[in-house]
């Protein structure tokens, strides 16, 4: 089991640009999950999926923010145009019904 | 809606001296609890969970911790920490179906100093 896959491990951008987080969830959970992590505002949740449908974005701070599920095994966060207040890490956790969350490595984002 | 306080935001200690790190948690129907352990530049690891049962529950690396429903709480203890455990914790709680989304405390960093 690789568990959650989350890639770029790092990426950094100018101001402006479109930025693009994948996830690979483990195979078989049914629920995803985009968290992003700040200093200023800890964990929080952005946006989950049930077995690929969006469920709750309430978390999705703007319209810049996007986010898809296009099968079981991949997921994007998409930011556009990005803004240097969106520099965090954004993580990925996948689970299924009973188990906790596994989450992935996580993306750190510098949007300069 | 649900909501979790972790008491501290600092923990400092000595090697293999006790420690444990407070959470409080509001909600108005029946909960799932859960302890993650970050450490540096890394996801989160889960630690613990408590979905029913026994209100004592055990965890990796030594960990534990005990639901109290009348105080509202989950307190994470470890009777003898080690340098390795120097990282950040967070506690979790998720609603009625324990399915749901998670919504995690502000986190607490445990320093342990040798």
């Known amino acids: 089991d690789a568990g959650v896959i989350q890639s770029p491990r790092h990426e950094v951008t100018e101001m402006g640009q479109e930025v693009t987080l994948r996830c690979k969830p483990i195979s078989g959970h049914d629920y995803l999950f985009w968290y992003r992590q700040t200093m200023m505002r800890g964990l929080e949740l952005l946006i989950y999926f049930n077995n690929n449908v969006p469920i709750d974005d309430s978390g999705m701070p703007e319209d810049r923010f996007s986010a898809k599920m296009p099968n079981a095994s991949f997921s994007t966060l998409k930011i556009q145009p990005s803004e240097p207040r969106d520099s965090a890490v954004y993580f990925c956790?996948?689970?299924?019904?009973?188990?906790?969350?596994?989450f992935g490595s996580g993306t750190r984002l510098t949007v300069v | 809606a649900q909501s979790v306080t972790q008491l501290d935001s600092q923990v400092p200690v000595f090697e293999e001296a006790p420690v444990e790190l407070r959470c409080n948690y509001s909600s108005s129907v029946s909960v799932y609890l859960f302890w993650y352990v970050q450490y540096p530049n890394q996801g989160l690891q889960l630690l613990l969970k408590y979905l029913s049962g026994s209100t004592l529950v055990k965890g990796i690396n030594g960990f534990e911790a005990e639901f109290n429903k009348s105080q509202t709480s989950f307190h994470l203890r470890k009777p003898s920490v080690h340098i390795s455990d120097t990282a950040e914790y967070f506690c979790a709680v998720s609603e009625g179906n324990a399915g749901n989304m998670l919504t995690f405390g502000g986190g607490t960093r445990l320093m342990v100093k040798p």
């Open positions: 956790a996948s689970r299924t019904q009973g188990q906790g969350y596994t």
